[in-house]
């Protein structure tokens, strides 16, 4: 029998509820599809609240694992959402089996996902078979000169569209997604980042344009000036200009007045601090095993000399296998060869029981084939770039290696740069 949801148990969507029922959100997402111009998902602070932001990212197992021991600790949490650091369906595979995995333990959860809205409209049939029963769209322009100021880049498959072609090509997807997730009694709720001087006067229009699509609901969020990003000079909107905006917009939509942010990683009620005990609890678990029933002791590392992290996983011809120590450097344990190139997706399959025993595999850069089947038999990959044993040693404490080792998604055909967004 098929356990029914209480729909009013979602704060974000029945302001009610924001007392009395805690969310959570799963970090399963670390890759996007669309590069926002106010946007660097970089930057952790535990005292920061703001979307992209994560304190470490998980595999699906490791998620539930992580729930399970958060639902302990905080018994009021009634929804599970996915929320980033990247965009969800920029890893579909990832966030449709999280879904799966957590509607399975737990039957009467609110599930809930939020996105950019560019590859929805796929998934939605399976979000409405998983009872996913919310979904957010962040909609900022239907004015295509508009969307070419926001967006630095959108990218459908390994095609990189930029200016009022990428602005054009999200925008049809969005109008798409509202229809089909609609189609699949899916509640939307659509966040619109008010830029001053930029879509400040546009937000009544993308009001009007969403809530013709089937829209329910509607939350301006000022923008939050981030160092380092385009708009990082733009200035937030006063309490009066918002109030103001917010009137002309709900002569479309109702909208959302309590909102708080969200982390990519928040837990808790709305506008609670993050407890700092939860933000460790994440953090060991990514720095676990992909599957944390399996106990797997090392990492590995595609290098030249067992030194740098400097070879992309396909050109690595030996794999340096390295046992990470609480108290020190990393420990070699050997060198390992690599499968033979060619054979397709065979050779990833035989690259997977090579490294049966490690956690993850540290290299410069990896395709999404190989990505893929590594995770899926348990190894993450970690890129980045410098001296393999700081990475590792900050990974295994923290679940991330360094800012300034991180390597970030720079589009297709450059380099294979990117937030694990290889192009092979």
Known sequence: MTQELDL?????????????????????????????????????CLNESRPGVTSAVLTPQQAVYYLERAVE????????????????????????????????????????VASSGLEVAAHAAALGKLRVSHVTLTVNAIDLEIGARIYAWVRGGCRVLRGVDGAAVLLERQRLAIVELKRHGIAVKINTIVLPGINGEHASEVAREVASLGADIMNCIPLYPVAGTPFESLEQLDHGELTALRRRTAEFLPQMLHCTRCRADAVGLLGEAQSAGLIELLRTTAAGPANPNEKRPYVALASHEGVLINQHVGEASRFWVFEPQTDGPPTLVGTREAPEAGGGATRWYELADLLH?????????VGQTPRRILERHGVRVIEAVGVAADAIAAWSSTGQVPRGMQRLFQGCGRGGAGSGTGCG
């Open 8 to 44: 009013t148990q979602h704060p974000c969507f029945h302001q009610a509820a924001r007392r009395t029922a805690a969310r959570i959100h799963l970090p399963v997402a670390p890759r996007c599809n669309v590069q926002c111009n106010f946007c660097d998902r970089r930057f952790d």
């Open 73 to 112: 600790k905080s018994p009021a949490i009634r929804v599970v959402g996915i929320a980033g650091p990247g965009d969800p369906f920029a890893t579909p595979d990832e966030t449709l089996e999280t879904l799966r995995l957590v509607r399975e333990r737990y039957p009467e959860m609110l599930l809930c």
């Open 357 to 365: 025993d490690c956690r993850a595999v540290f290299a410069s850069a």
